[in-house]
């Protein structure tokens, strides 16, 4: 038996130790918050947790591979899911358009509005509908695969539906781009941004619709709560408030970390799950990055960040004029460093579990790229400062949408707002990163294995490392690097 130690518990650090905890290793978890589960939660209050508004739980049906994967770390567990009418809703003024599971509806609803762009329409749907369920390698990493493995195709990624096809070199900006009609361009663009893959509206959509992407009830923190209990139920240990701020190395090889209270940890082994920028820069050193992350590091324009300023409210009442999902557009309004008009929602009025009959959440987000995160950072210097403009921007956030809403009028109370400047001091994520680099065209072959340059005892695991986005990648990245232990363990 060895001991194990494990730096974050977000979903890759809870991930790698359910698979290293079951092979009868003694794994313990360093965590720098008060809670488990990572970027999948944010803390409102003194004690009161919300989920980060994740989209859904790619991969829940039966069929797709990673379901075993769910299973295994305890995340389904007796959870319930609720299967919506509308994968994605846009408003704009008064028009309104539906991205409906039921694909056919919204062909017929969008050739009505737009019949100039039936044949893209059509293209686009088809290919959505005929989506299926994708081919995710969440076996073993492919360097640790021998010959008959991958002629026996076990571990191959992709999605052979020739229908995608032609949108494999594009981005979702030029696939919007491709309809006259300028609220199908929102709808499309407001979903995910215009920087990420074409593929990955596809596949968000078509995982949708293809019942592979439900909505959890109690929602991502459900999901966090089920894998952190299995992983206590095991036997194992979350140190919580317990930030890792110094790793020592010698001759290779890990031979203690310390918490910022001075206290010293040894292990036999590693697996640094938190931020891998962060892990780099301020714990083990960014001699030992491999080149493909250095680069991506580098600040080239090619690996974009994606950030968000979030806001959380209370909603008194019932509206008949908002749906679950949706985005809605605005005048332009100044967030961060540029003005923005599309403010992104849910609305939990499906989950009972949420609040109480006469209360529900609401929770809406606008994108904040780069350039905003620095913008935030500048005026972060003075706490006072980064209040004042969160709580201006979250006003006006509230106004559009009473305005947008009207039955929601006087019934919103802010309950929080988190700038880029919560996820990075919260998480220590890099540029304030709510996933991984986005998923964009020149990203695509990027990457980059949980080994770390020079050290034998420590693997890597997080969304940094590439391939898969969100929290499919988080996961797969844990179990990989939990594999890889046990590869040099034996
Ligand atoms: C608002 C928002 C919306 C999102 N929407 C989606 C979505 O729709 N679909 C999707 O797939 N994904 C989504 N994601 C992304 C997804 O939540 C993340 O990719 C995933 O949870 C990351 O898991 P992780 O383990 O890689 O990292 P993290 O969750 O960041 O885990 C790292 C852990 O390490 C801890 N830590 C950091 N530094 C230290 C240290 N020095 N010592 C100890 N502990 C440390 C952190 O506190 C954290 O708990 C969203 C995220 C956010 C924030």
Same mark, same amino acid.
């Given at each position: 038996?060895?001991?194990?130690?494990?730096?974050?518990?977000?979903?890759?650090?809870?991930?790698?130790?359910?698979?290293?905890?079951?092979?009868?290793?003694?794994?313990?978890?360093?965590?720098?918050?008060?809670?488990?589960?990572?970027?999948?939660?944010?803390?409102? $209050?003194?004690?009161?947790?919300?989920?980060?508004?994740?989209?859904?739980? &790619?991969?829940?049906?039966?069929?797709?591979?990673?379901?075993?994967?769910?299973?295994?770390?305890?995340?389904?567990?007796?959870?319930?899911?609720?299967?919506?009418?509308?994968?994605?809703?846009?408003?704009?003024?008064?028009?309104?358009?539906?991205?409906?599971?039921?694909?056919?509806?919204?062909?017929?609803?969008?050739? &009505?509005?737009?019949?100039?762009?039936?044949?893209? !329409?059509?293209?686009?749907?088809?290919?959505?509908?005929?989506?299926? !369920?994708?081919?995710?390698?969440?076996?073993?990493? *492919?360097?640790?695969?021998?010959?008959?493995?991958?002629?026996?195709?076990?571990?191959?990624? $992709?999605?052979?539906?020739?229908?995608?096809?032609?949108?494999?070199?594009?981005?979702?900006?030029?696939?919007?781009?491709?309809?006259?009609?300028?609220?199908?361009?929102?709808? !499309?663009?407001?979903?995910?941004?215009?920087?990420?893959?074409?593929?990955?509206?596809?596949?968000?959509?078509?995982?949708?619709?293809?019942?592979?992407?439900?909505?959890?009830?109690?929602?991502?923190?459900?999901?966090?709560?089920?894998?952190?209990?299995?992983?206590?139920?095991?036997?194992?240990?979350?140190?919580?408030?317990?930030?890792?701020?110094?790793?020592?190395?010698?001759?290779?090889?890990?031979?203690?970390?310390?918490?910022?209270?001075?206290?010293?940890?040894? &292990?036999?082994?590693?697996?640094?799950?938190?931020?891998?920028?962060?892990?780099?820069?301020?714990?083990?050193?960014?001699?030992?990055?491999?080149?493909?992350?250095?680069?991506?590091?580098?600040?080239? =324009?090619?690996?974009?960040?994606?950030?968000?300023?979030?806001?959380?409210?209370?909603?008194?009442?019932?509206?008949?004029?908002?749906?679950?999902?949706?985005?809605?557009?605005?005048?332009?309004?100044?967030?961060?460093?540029?003005?923005?008009?599309? !403010?992104?929602?849910?609305?939990?009025?499906?989950?009972?579990?949420?609040?109480?009959?006469?209360?529900?959440?609401?929770?809406?987000?606008?994108?904040?790229?780069?350039?905003?995160?620095?913008?935030?950072?500048?005026?972060?210097?003075?706490?006072?400062?980064?209040?004042?403009?969160?709580?201006?921007?979250?006003?006006?956030?509230?106004?559009?949408?009473?305005?947008?809403?009207?039955?929601?009028?006087?019934?919103?109370? *802010?309950?929080?707002?988190?700038?880029?400047?919560?996820?990075?001091?919260?998480?220590?994520?890099?540029?304030?990163?709510?996933?991984?680099?986005?998923?964009?065209? =020149?990203?695509?072959?990027?990457?980059?294995?949980?080994?770390?340059? $020079?050290?034998?005892?420590?693997?890597?695991?997080?969304?940094?490392?590439?391939?898969?986005?969100?929290?499919?990648?988080?996961?797969?990245?844990?179990?990989?690097?939990?594999?890889?232990?046990?590869?040099?363990?034996?």
């Amino acid at each position: 038996m060895s001991k194990i130690a494990i730096i974050g518990a977000g979903l890759s650090g809870l991930t790698a130790a359910i698979y290293l905890k079951e092979q009868g290793h003694d794994v313990c978890i360093y965590e720098k918050n008060d809670y488990a589960g990572g970027r999948l939660i944010s803390k409102e $209050g003194n004690e009161t947790y919300f989920e980060n508004y994740i989209r859904g739980l &790619a991969g829940c049906s039966k069929n797709d591979k990673m379901y075993e994967v769910w299973e295994h770390i305890g995340a389904i567990k007796d959870t319930k899911f609720i299967r919506l009418k509308r994968f994605h809703s846009v408003k704009s003024g008064n028009e309104e358009l539906v991205f409906w599971r039921d694909t056919q509806r919204s062909k017929k609803e969008m050739i &009505a509005r737009s019949p100039e762009d039936e044949e893209q !329409i059509t293209k686009l749907l088809d290919a959505v509908a005929s989506f299926g !369920i994708e081919r995710i390698n969440v076996k073993k990493p *492919i360097d640790m695969t021998n010959q008959f493995e991958l002629m026996a195709g076990g571990v191959v990624s $992709g999605n052979a539906n020739k229908k995608l096809d032609s949108y494999e070199n594009m981005n979702i900006g030029e696939l919007a781009a491709k309809f006259n009609d300028p609220l199908i361009r929102l709808a !499309i663009i407001s979903l995910l941004g215009t920087d990420a893959k074409a593929y990955e509206f596809l596949a968000a959509y078509g995982n949708f619709v293809a019942a592979n992407a439900e909505i959890p009830i109690g929602g991502f923190l459900t999901i966090a709560k089920n894998i952190e209990n299995k992983f206590k139920a095991m036997g194992g240990k979350i140190f919580l408030n317990c930030e890792i701020v110094k790793a020592d190395i010698k001759n290779k090889r890990v031979i203690s970390i310390e918490s910022a209270d001075e206290k010293t940890v040894t &292990a036999d082994a590693y697996i640094f799950a938190a931020d891998a920028n962060y892990v780099f820069m301020n714990l083990l050193g960014e001699k030992h990055m491999q080149r493909d992350m250095k680069k991506a590091f580098s600040g080239t =324009k090619d690996f974009k960040v994606e950030t968000v300023f979030g806001l959380s409210f209370l909603f008194e009442g019932k509206t008949e004029s908002m749906y679950s999902n949706g985005a809605l557009e605005t005048d332009a309004f100044m967030l961060g460093k540029d003005m923005r008009s599309i !403010i992104n929602y849910r609305l939990y009025d499906y989950d009972e579990t949420m609040e109480n009959e006469s209360a529900t959440r609401l929770f809406c987000f606008v994108r904040q790229d780069e350039e905003d995160y620095l913008y935030w950072k500048s005026i972060s210097i003075d706490k006072e400062s980064l209040e004042a403009a969160a709580m201006q921007a979250a006003e006006n956030i509230k106004f559009r949408i009473e305005e947008a809403f009207p039955d929601t009028k006087n019934k919103l109370k *802010i309950l929080k707002c988190y700038t880029p400047i919560y996820f990075e001091e919260n998480y220590n994520s890099y540029l304030g990163a709510v996933r991984g680099f986005c998923p964009g065209k =020149k990203t695509g072959n990027y990457n980059v294995s949980g080994n770390i340059k $020079g050290i034998k005892n420590a693997f890597l695991a997080g969304s940094f490392l590439g391939g898969v986005t969100g929290i499919r990648g988080a996961v797969i990245s844990g179990k990989f690097a939990a594999l890889r232990m046990l590869k040099v363990l034996k």
